[in-house]
Structures are given as C-alpha cells and as structure tokens.
C-alpha cells in the first residue's frame, strides 16, 4: 500500500525560497581583488536571481539547457548558480585551471548554450575565447578586460539583469530534472560529466547540514575556500543558504584572508589540505584573533595529523577530515570523533582525524577485492571502495555505464584502495585508478602519458604521482627516447606538454631510462619506478 504524503518536489527552488523567506537579511560579501568588500542580503540575492531566471529566459535559454560559468567565487557567480537551476536550466562550472583544449572539448561535449565569464578571469579565458563565439558570452567584472573584442561581442551582464522583472516564478518540471553538471578528470585521460539532478542535490544538502556533517546553523559565518566550479564548491553555497548562514566568497591567493577571517568573524572554513598547509605561517605570523574560527573542513587528498596537530592545538581550530568526489555531489564521509574518543590522548585523536571518517547518513559504503569478494571492516584488508547514495552519479553525462565504473549491482567504483575498521572509519591507502591528485585536483597520468607518446622522439613513458608536502602529490614522468639526443629534453618535453596541458599538470622532472620497467603481465611496474625515482633523486642513476 502507498502512503499518503505529499509528493513535495525536491528542488533547489525551495532552498532558494525558504532561504529569502526565513533569512532574508543574512549576508553574502565578496572579497574583491583590490581587497575590499562587496555585500548584500539574501533578500537582494533572490531578487537579482529572480531578475536573471527571466534574463536568461530572454536570451532564449530553455529548460534543459546547458549554461557554463568560468569564474571565482564571486555573489554574481552564486547567482547565476541559483538562477540557472531556478529557471530549470543546467548550470555547468568550468574549471578555469584547465588547459584551452581540455576546457574547449568539454564545451563542445556539454553543448554548453551560453558561457557566463566572470572579467577577473579573462587571462585564464583569453586563449579559450578564440575557441568559441564570443556572442555566446554574458560577462560580468567586465572592467578587468582589456581584450575589445571580448567586450564588444558579448553580452553585459549588469544591463540583462537591469533590464529584467524581479517576477519570475520557477516551475521545474520533476525533481529528477537535471539542475548541475560538472565534469571530473577521467582515469582514461578523457574528462567525464556528472549531471545533478534537483533531488540529489536537495538530499546532499540536507545530509551536509547534520551536526556531524558540516554543522551549519544560522548563526555560521561561512567561507568556502574551495572553487565553485570544484564538484559544486563542495554543496556549501547551497547548504549555506538553507540554514541561513552568512557566505564570504573569496579566492584562495587573495592576500587578505587572514585579516578577513578576522573581520568578518568567519565561523566555518572549508578548503584542500594544501590551502591550510599554505595559510598556516600566516596565521602564526599575523597573530590575528582568529577566536572565531571554529572549524574547518578539509577534503579532496588526505590531510596529514600534523597539520591537524597545528591548526587544534596551536590555533585552537576544529578540523573536520572529508572525502568524496565529484561523482557523489561530493560527499561521502566525514571524520568526526565518537563519543568513545572523548578520553583519547590528544595525539590517538589525530591519528583518528587523519582518516577520512565515516560514510555520512545516507551513503552505503562498501570494501571489495579485485575477485569481486566483499572484505571485511578490519583495519586491515585493503580493498576498492565502492558506493552508493541518492546523491550518487548512475552514469556519466552521455555515456552509458561500464563495468570499469559501475558494478553490475550498481555500486559506484571509486577507484579509491582503503581500509575500513570495525567503528567504520574509512583510512584511503592508496588509488586503482590512474590519477594523481595535486591541491586537491587530479592530474590523468594517462592522459599525460598519450601525449608524450606522441612526441617523436618518445619511445615509452609512464608518468607516476610521488608524495609533495606542498602539494600532496606532484607528478614525475619517466621516458625512455628512441636515439639519443644532446638537446634539454625536458624542457622540450614541457613545452610539449604546456600546449595541452595545464600548468600545474606538467611533470616536475623528466626522467630519462632505458626501459619502462613492468609487471609479470606486462604493466607498468610502479613500484619499481618509484624505486627508480629514488636513485635518480640519490644521483644513483644518470
Ligand atoms: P574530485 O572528483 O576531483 O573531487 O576527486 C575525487 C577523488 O579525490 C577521490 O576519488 C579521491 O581519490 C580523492 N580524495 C578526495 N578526498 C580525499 C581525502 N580526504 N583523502 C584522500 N583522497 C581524497
């Protein structure tokens, strides 16, 4: 027998509406670039997404379209998140640290109608732009370009939105209806789409928002120092805006963080091990009160104890482990202590903090071997994660779903090696997939590897990710030539790499070997590379 509920749609149009409705007088600031501060209310958010969800209409954008943004964490970014979705539209972050190429293939994939393109970017657009037509471009901090062409082509976002009624009624057809997309960095090189739906990310937020999640309450002052266009700003812009919190928008290198943490009286942080580990000194420089700060919440590679050591002890900051990925909106689990950790020594409860934490209300979680056999919650056995959740991808954006990423009981395969102990701490000891993960972004070593092949004088080459304590991990390529040459060829390999590649994806050394070494079944061996590595660094090799 059915029950007898209402069947009350989960769509980001009622976060939106409760949010103006109940906490219409909390804040969003954006850091600007020259430091200073713009703020609103929530009540002057709705109504410019009101005004845009009839503005985009105008511009002939329907339900279902694909809309693309490539920008900094701005309120105008925030806003087109909002009205995008809110006119049933699909909003599709790009991530502006991809290379050209990179980014102009998942254009054209994604069929991305209109591009909403924030002027403090327009270096990182300016080669992209030659890509795509520019009559195609709505853009905004319009006084950061420089490049006429960009200027006269596009459309102004200020004037569509002057233009525009503040009356624009959302009406999204189902709950299931597409709302967000967002692409990852494939294990094949090839990047791959995640399509949110309305309901996934209503359930993602409601299951962020419990106490042993993020914990936001209307009186957080939150500050995501996690890029918009990184697997949705992490669902913090929406579940932020649920609760009521205050949002600072700002970007991770602007200087004045520290100070405005201060300030402004942030309550919640949230960013990649490598921005903490960046603004730890100057923290312990500044000597700011930072009373405020209760928290942080750090995920996207593993943060070290030590780091945690600092920031609780030193700083007297809560740090909140969290994993996940772009494929689960991102959420999967969070570390937070159990009540029985409450006696711990300090250093046990490090320890503890340092593993990536329970799957949160609402995930299922499971340790399988590479036979398929389901491994017991030890500690000790060390098997693939896999998945699932009503915030969960089912299959990628115009593929259908492979065995190399979904089971046949429909499990995600993350990819991800880890243990998993009888409390149901997750602890992620290594990757089965070919990525590397640098500040809190994957780098394809396949993709960088299909590259350097196609360099003429490459014979064989295997790219391999090694620890960085800045970065987490850095890439290192290991090529063997096909004659011998007496050119720099590592600088030859860059430049090869830069014209596909972004900056932050281009090996640190290139080292040059007779023979790629491999396994028994012919695969390349990286253990005895990592092995190979480590002579070369002790000048044992060369
Ligand atoms: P992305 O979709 O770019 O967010 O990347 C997701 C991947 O990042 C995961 O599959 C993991 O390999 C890695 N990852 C995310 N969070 C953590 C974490 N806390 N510790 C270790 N790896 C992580």
Partial sequence: ????????????????????????????????????????????????????????????????????????????????YCAVPYAG????????????????K?????????????????????????????????????NHVHDKNLTDLSIDYENIIAEAEDNYISDIPDENWAMALCYTSGTGGEPKGVLYTHRSMFLHTLAVNQ?????????????????????????????????????????????RIVDLIAEIGVTVAAGVPTVWTKLLPEFRKRKQDISSLQRLIVGGEPIPSSLIEAYEKELGVEVRHAWGMTEMSPTGTFC???????????DEKWKIKAMQGRPIPGVQMRLVNENGTELPWDGNAIGEVQVKSPWTVSSYYKNEPTPEHFTVDRWLRTGDLATIN??????????????????????STVALENVLLKYPHVKDAAVIGIPNEKWGERPIAVVVLSSKTNENISEILKC???????????????????????????????????????????????
């Avoid at 591009?115 to 520019?134: E, M, N, P, R």
């Avoid at 669902?235 to 932020?240: I, V």
């Avoid at 029985?340 to 020594?345: D, E, F, R, S």
């Avoid at 830069?498 to 023979?515: G, N």
């Fill in 336 to 346: 937070t202590l159990r009540k029985a950790h409450q006696n711990l020594p300090d």
């Fill in 496 to 542: 090869h790499l830069a014209s596909e590649f972004p900056k932050f994806w281009i090996p640190d050394r290139f080292i040059i070997v007779d023979e790629i070494p491999k396994t028994g079944v012919g695969k390349t061996d990286k253990q005895a590379i990592i092995e190979l590595i480590t002579a070369s660094q002790k000048g044992e090799l060369l």
């Fill in 422 to 443: 009888s409390e149901g701490y997750m602890q992620i000891v290594g990757r089965a997939k070919a990525l590397i993960r640098s500040g809190g972004e994957s780098i």
């Fill in 106 to 142: 998942i254009v054209e994939e994604a069929d991305d109608k209109f591009i909403f393109v924030d002027g403090t970017c327009a270096a990182q657009f300016s080669q992209l732009q030659y890509k795509i037509d520019c009559r195609r471009v709505v853009l905004f901090n319009a």
């Fill in 211 to 255: 106490a042993d999640v993020f914990g936001l309450t209307e009186s957080d002052v939150v500050m995501p120092l996690v890029p918009m266009f990184h697997a949705m700003g992490w669902g913090l812009p929406y579940a932020a805006m649920f609760v009521g919190a205050d949002i600072v928008l700002a970007d991770t290198n602007n200087e």
């Fill in 1 to 80: 027998m059915l029950g007898a509920m209402m069947n009350y749609p989960l769509t980001l149009a009622q976060i939106l509406d409760h949010a103006n409705r109940i906490h219409g007088d909390k804040h969003v600031h954006t850091l600007l670039p020259n430091g200073k501060m713009d703020t609103y209310n929530y009540a002057m958010l709705y109504r410019r997404v009101k005004q845009l969800a009839n503005a985009i209409t105008e511009l002939g954008i329907r339900p279902g379209d694909r809309v693309a943004t490539f920008a900094s964490n701005t309120y105008q970014h925030l806003e087109i």
């Fill in 89 to 104: 539209a699909i909003i599709h972050p790009l991530n502006v640290r991809l290379a050209p190429t990179q980014l102009a």
